[in-house]
Structure formats: structure tokens, C-alpha cells
């Protein structure tokens, strides 16, 4: 049987036990649905390899191969990762668009005696939910962004935000990046998986409360913000927080330790940065890094590069602003800080 979604909190409701991708591990990694793990019918080579026949030789001969290879690969799952699975249990399984590779996949785990069900349209149903949500649905709360110079403790600040009632959608969370050349944190997520992630953070917002996003350029690294959101975030009030360049230049060497313990890396990213400054300003910050002068780096880089920037932007802005003094940013007073800005977000709304 296969169901239908109508929205993204469908999944969850139907209280399956696991949510199985059958797809080829390439589809997977490229975005799936939350929670789902990866049992595929056919690897990417096989699926590569049943294309090609298909294409070049004809439909019967690819699908007999087919055919198959999902039988061998459930075989492998059902002795494998499913052998334990009790008389009781009740999987949701899903291919690109619910055709035959779930379709055989729930075949065979329904003559076992599972509860096994599909989803009407696949992976490609819950993306179109998805691209709904994202691109074609106004916001469901009034907005507003938690704005502040490199160094601010945005990113922080803003997750002792929900400890105070306000709720917040993280999108450099999201984006597993912190928003900067400096920012990589490891590997981003598919432009789809972003997406989708932050679908699921937009429908569960409650639309009777403001809800806060850190200020960010129209991406995150490589992860594109959706143009009506951005536009949102363009015109929605803020809450700016103010702290002075020293204090920031030492909360930056400890914001970013990872960068600072890999001196290699830290050189080239400097580098990156060639374009838009003078050679011996690059050499300057190069020194630093090699000399291990981290808060003077730090508070270079900001008064040079990213301080005139920031303010060249906020002059194009016409808001609705408050300011917050974030204070020394120690770990310490962070929770009294956020406590600030939740009063004045609610000022603003």
C-alpha cells in the first residue's frame, strides 16, 4: 500500500518504525528523508549498468537483470541489517518516485508478514513538499535577524536564544558552515539536503512567536539561501549586537580554534583573499599566522576586511533596529546577553 504526503509532518505521524531509502547510495548522499537509512536494491554501478542496457539494448533484457540484482541485494538485507527485525515491525520504503525499486523492495518484505507501506510519487513527492515550503510559502512567524559585526558571538548567542521563549532557525547550522572564507567546519550538505533540512525547520515553526536567524549573505559556503527568504531577511527588523574589537578579536581565536590549530590552512585561506587587497597587506596577515599572533590577526582582519563591509551593507538597510552590548562575549555572560536580545526582539514584533 502506499501512502500519500500531503505535508512534511505527514512522516512523522504515521509513526513508522524505519523509513528505508532503496535508491542507489549516489541518491542518497545527495539528500534523503529525515531519518531514513540506506538499504539500495541496486548500487550505483548496477543501476548504471541496468541504464545502459535499457538505453542500448532493450527494456526486456534490462529488466530481467534488474530483476536480478534486487533480489540478490534484498537478500543481503533482509540477512544483514533487517535479520533482527521482530514479526511486528512496520517499515516505510521509498524509491526516486515509487516505482519499481521500492515497489519490489516492499513486495518481498510484505510476504515475510511486515507491515511494509510506500510513498505515492517517492522521493520525488516529499521534494516537491519541500521545494513548496521553501520557495512558494510565506513565513510562518514574523522575522527578525540577530545582526552584529565578525566576532559578535551571533552563532552563539543565537542558540541560548530558545531558553528565553524565542525560537530560532540556525542556518549556518543547517549549512554546517559558519558563514565566512573562514567558516568551513567540514563537509556542507547537497543543496537539496539543505533544503530539505531547512523545510523541516520552517514547518515547525509556531506563527503566534518571532523567530530569529543569524545575519548571512545570500549563501552559506556553498548553500544557497532561498530568494524569498533572503528577501525576508532583508526587510525584517534587528537586533544588533555591539562589542568591542578587542573583545571580538579574542572571542574570534577561540570561535575558531579549529582554523588556529591547522596553521597551513589558516595561510591559505588568507590567501583567498588576494583579490580584493594589496599583496603586502596579505603578507602582513600571513606573518601573523606564522608567528602565531592570532587576536592581532583576528583584529586586523575585522578593522580591514570584514568591519568596512559590514557597514557598507548595513547602509543599504532601513529597518527597524535595537542594539544589545554583548559585553566582554566570555562564556559567562553569553545567557544574560541572549536574555537581552529576547527582550528586544520582542520590542521589535
Not at 515475510?112 to 517517492?122: D, K, L, M, N, S
Not at 566576532?151 to 532557525?169: D, F, M, R, W, Y
Not at 525576508?232 to 544588533?240: G, I, K, L, N, S
Not at 587576536?295 to 544589545?324: C, G, Q
Request: aromatic share 6%.
Amino acid at each position: 500500500m502506499a501512502i500519500t504526503l500531503t505535508s512534511l509532518a505527514d512522516l512523522a505521524a504515521h509513526g513508522f518504525d524505519e523509513i528505508i531509502d532503496a535508491r542507489a547510495p549516489a541518491e542518497y548522499a545527495e539528500d534523503h528523508l529525515p531519518g531514513a537509512i540506506s538499504l539500495p536494491v541496486l548500487s550505483d554501478a548496477q543501476r548504471a549498468e541496468v541504464g545502459t542496457i535499457y538505453k542500448r539494448v532493450n527494456p526486456f533484457t534490462a529488466k530481467k537483470l534488474g530483476a536480478a540484482l534486487v533480489a540478490r541485494n534484498v537478500a543481503d538485507h533482509l540477512l544483514g541489517p533487517l535479520a533482527d527485525k521482530p514479526g511486528g515491525w512496520r517499515p516505510l520504503v521509498y524509491c526516486w518516485r515509487g516505482g519499481q525499486r521500492s515497489g519490489s523492495f516492499a513486495l518481498i518484505l510484505s510476504q515475510i508478514g511486515w507491515r511494509v507501506e510506500t510513498i505515492a510519487g517517492g522521493y520525488k513527492a516529499w521534494r516537491a513538499l519541500v521545494v513548496r515550503e521553501v520557495y512558494d510559502t510565506p513565513l510562518r512567524a514574523p522575522l527578525v535577524v540577530l545582526d552584529g559585526n565578525t566576532g559578535s558571538a551571533k552563532t552563539e548567542i543565537l542558540n541560548h536564544l530558545p531558553a528565553h521563549g524565542v525560537q530560532v532557525i540556525d542556518l549556518e547550522g543547517l549549512a554546517h558552515h559558519r558563514g565566512s572564507l573562514f567558516g568551513a567546519i567540514g563537509p556542507q550538505p547537497s543543496q537539496k539536503a539543505f533544503e530539505n533540512r531547512l523545510a523541516q525547520a520552517l514547518a515547525a515553526l509556531d506563527p503566534s512567536r518571532p523567530v530569529v536567524v543569524e545575519a548571512e549573505s545570500s549563501k552559506i559556503g556553498n548553500c544557497r539561501l532561498p530568494p524569498e527568504i533572503w528577501k525576508a531577511m532583508t526587510r525584517a527588523p534587528r537586533v544588533a549586537l555591539s562589542a568591542t574589537p578587542m573583545a571580538r578579536a579574542r572571542y574570534l581565536t577561540t570561535a575558531y580554534s579549529d582554523m588556529i590549530a591547522d596553521s597551513a590552512r589558516l595561510v591559505s585561506v588568507i590567501d583567498l583573499l588576494r583579490p580584493a587587497h594589496a599583496q603586502e597587506v596579505i603578507a602582513e596577515w600571513q606573518a601573523m599566522a606564522g608567528a602565531g599572533a592570532y587576536v592581532d590577526l583576528a583584529a586586523s582582519l575585522m578593522a580591514r576586511h570584514y568591519d568596512p563591509r559590514y557597514a557598507k551593507h548595513r547602509a543599504r538597510i532601513e529597518v527597524p533596529m535595537a542594539e544589545v552590548d554583548a559585553g566582554d562575549l566570555t562564556p559567562a555572560t553569553l545567557p544574560t546577553t541572549a536574555a537581552n536580545v529576547a527582550k528586544a526582539v520582542q520590542g521589535l514584533v
